[in-house]
């Protein structure tokens, strides 16, 4: 199973993305585990996901997450801004598989 976590400001914003997410997963048949988090509350998450994503509102914690994340082989990227923007599951979960080579 494919743990993802979507980080943003309070972990709300990203909710809706997630259940997109979900149901792209689930219509390809892949057993994922997908949830927001607040972004402060990375290091308490990291050691349980094969793949972290910042929303594009707090990209600039992408260092900050590459140190949290890359020592514990957790690949991280910032979501595209227009895939947050208009919700895109398909496309945010295809970066996801991308990141954890799946």
Known sequence: M???GLFCAAG???SMLVEKMKAVAAERGLETEIAAYPESEMETYVDNLDVA???PQV????AKGKQICEPKGVPIDVINTIDYGMMN???VL????KLANK
């Not at 295809?94 to 598989?97: I, T, V, Y």
């Open 53 to 55: 994503l910042l929303g």
């Open 2 to 4: 494919m743990k993802i």
């Open 89 to 91: 599951g398909t496309k």
């Open 94 to 97: 295809e970066h996801a598989l």
């Open 59 to 62: 990209k600039y914690l992408l």
């Open 12 to 14: 709300m914003s990203t």
